[in-house]
């Protein structure tokens, strides 16, 4: 009777501390299984990513008669004068790019001033370009889709230049990649340049619009390259004419009398002489 008992007791004391031990350890892992239940809860999921500005690049447009011929001409060097280019984009990639208070201009000045390079709206307005104020980079204007313009050039100097202007990394004359030996426009001094699209021939240009990397002229010829999309060049050749006549620095027109000589609305731009 005592023996069962005892065993009786026995049993219980021991299924006892089975229990508390099961009890205890179940104890002591739960706060840890809270934590680490906690600790994932609290980590942050992540963000999606911000979409990518919309790029734009070049489109092959309408036709636009534009008349030109084929002349002779020679550089007084192989060296350029003047290399320079201009990023283009859609407007909120050029306010990443250039900040809040960037530095804004309506032309360049190429070759010491000869001449004055600005990108012309529909309106013939110029686009504002635009840079970092405290950078190097090159300058950037804001272009929408569908939207046609031009590259022009002015010359201010006696002197003349040939004038070499790649849209996305093509040539706007052959359509091939841009390289400093293609031939190029030829700028008489004080004329203006009007360069409106890719020459299909003697008579007839591809207007330049602003589109899609798809749509680009760029993505859709053998000779483009996508990675070129979104920037415009220009490179300057003083060119040899030693017999041409100059221009009169004067109209031959007999000046007709005014009662305010000295009242100019604005300042003339310089004529540079050699």
Not at 14 to 22: I, K
Not at 61 to 88: C, F, M, N, W
Not at 125 to 135: A, C, E, I, S, V
Not at 173 to 183: E, P
């Amino acid at each position: 009777m005592i023996q069962r008992l005892y065993r009786s007791r026995f049993f219980r004391f021991a299924t006892g501390l089975v229990a508390g031990a099961a009890l205890l350890a179940a104890c002591t892992q739960m706060p840890q299984n809270r934590a680490e239940t906690a600790a994932m809860s609290a980590t942050p999921s992540a963000a999606p990513a911000a979409p990518a500005p919309a790029q734009l690049g070049t489109q092959w447009g309408e036709g636009i008669e534009s008349k030109t011929r084929t002349i002779v001409t020679k550089r007084l060097s192989e060296q350029p004068d003047e290399v320079a280019s201009v990023g283009y984009n859609e407007a909120s990639a050029v306010r990443r790019d250039v900040g809040n208070n960037p530095e804004r201009r309506l032309n360049l000045q190429l070759a010491q001033g000869d001449v004055e390079w600005s990108v012309l709206d529909e309106s013939n307005r110029p686009l504002p370009l635009q840079r970092q104020r405290r950078g190097d980079d090159m300058f950037r204007l804001a272009g929408v889709e569908g939207a046609r313009y031009t590259l022009r050039f002015r010359n201010l100097s006696d002197r003349s230049y040939e004038v070499i202007a790649t849209v996305d990394g093509l040539d706007v004359l052959s359509g091939k990649a841009g390289s400093l030996r293609n031939g190029g426009y030829v700028l008489r001094p004080q004329e203006t340049l009007n360069i409106e699209g890719f020459r299909k021939s003697q008579s007839e240009v591809a207007a330049f619009r602003f589109a899609t990397p798809g749509r680009a002229y760029a993505a859709n010829t053998e000779a483009g390259d996508v990675r070129n999309i979104g920037v415009i060049g220009a490179a300057l050749f003083e060119l040899e004419e030693p017999q041409a006549p100059r221009r009169p620095r004067r109209d031959a027109t007999p000046p007709q009398p005014s009662a305010f000589p000295a009242d100019g609305a604005y300042a003339p731009p310089p004529r540079y002489r050699k």
